[in-house]
């Protein structure tokens, strides 16, 4: 399948452990937020949002933190699994969706 | 409900020609944006289009332009290809063209040689 991601910085972890991705946004007027996960060969997929009015929004085994003050944002994730293993991208948008440059995680079983 | 569906999924074309790429939204949804994702990259926004018009560019140059049809289908043209545009392209549709949760196609590899 397609390979994305070669030269991004890795997180590795064990299965069931928690991993936590950072993500440095730059621009302060952005005032919504997306991560998604890119699976070789595929297109992004959403996993979760949060809007600026919030600084935390949970999901289904997953978590984003967004601290304006810093424009810092991250994705928890809890108990992760082998299928977790991805890029993982941060984006943002005033406008138009800007994208960060990714974490590639990998799971160890 | 029918996810974003991208053609051809592989392409080589030779530096200098011209090239095609095409989308078709999901179901419902009136926006389309195209990104281009070079290796160990993340997605970088080539442009966006809604209700048939271009909403918004990003820093790519005139060579690459688009259409959006009736349906919301989606064409990126890229003329006078260049080495550099070998990468992957995103296709994204979405329900609003201020942000909002974008839906991805899995792209087309274009090769240029």
């Known amino acids: 399948g397609e390979s994305v991601g070669l030269h991004l910085p890795t997180l590795s972890v064990q299965e069931g452990d928690n991993s936590i991705i950072n993500c440095a946004y730059s621009?302060?007027?952005?005032?919504?937020f997306i991560w998604y996960k890119q699976e070789s060969g595929k297109g992004p997929q959403f996993i979760i949002d949060?809007?600026?009015?919030?600084d935390k929004r949970q999901g289904q085994r997953v978590t984003v933190l967004l601290n304006k003050t810093v424009k810092h944002l991250s994705l928890q994730i809890a108990a992760t699994q082998p299928g977790d293993s991805a890029v993982y991208f941060c984006?943002?948008?005033?406008?138009?969706?800007?994208f960060g440059a990714g974490t590639r995680l990998t799971v160890k079983p | 409900e029918t996810g974003v569906t991208q053609s051809p999924t592989h392409l080589i074309k030779t530096r200098g020609q011209q090239v095609t790429l095409r989308c078709s939204s999901q179901?419902?949804?009136?926006?389309v944006s195209w990104y281009q994702q070079a290796l160990g990259q993340g997605p970088q926004f080539i442009f966006q289009?809604?209700?048939?018009?271009?909403?918004g560019r990003g820093n790519f140059p005139p060579r690459f332009s688009g259409l959006q049809f009736p349906n919301y289908s989606s064409e990126l043209n890229v003329n006078a290809l260049e080495l550099d545009d070998s990468a992957l392209y995103l296709c994204?549709?979405?329900?609003?063209?201020?942000?909002?949760?974008?839906?991805f196609g899995s792209g087309t590899r274009l090769t240029v040689v």
């Open positions: 179901s419902g949804h009136n926006t």
């Open positions: 949060i809007r600026s009015n919030m």
């Open positions: 621009n302060s007027a952005s005032d919504y």
């Open positions: 289009y809604y209700r048939e018009e271009e909403n």
């Open positions: 984006a943002e948008t005033p406008n138009d969706m800007r």
């Open positions: 994204a549709s979405s329900l609003e063209y201020r942000g909002g949760v974008h839906t």
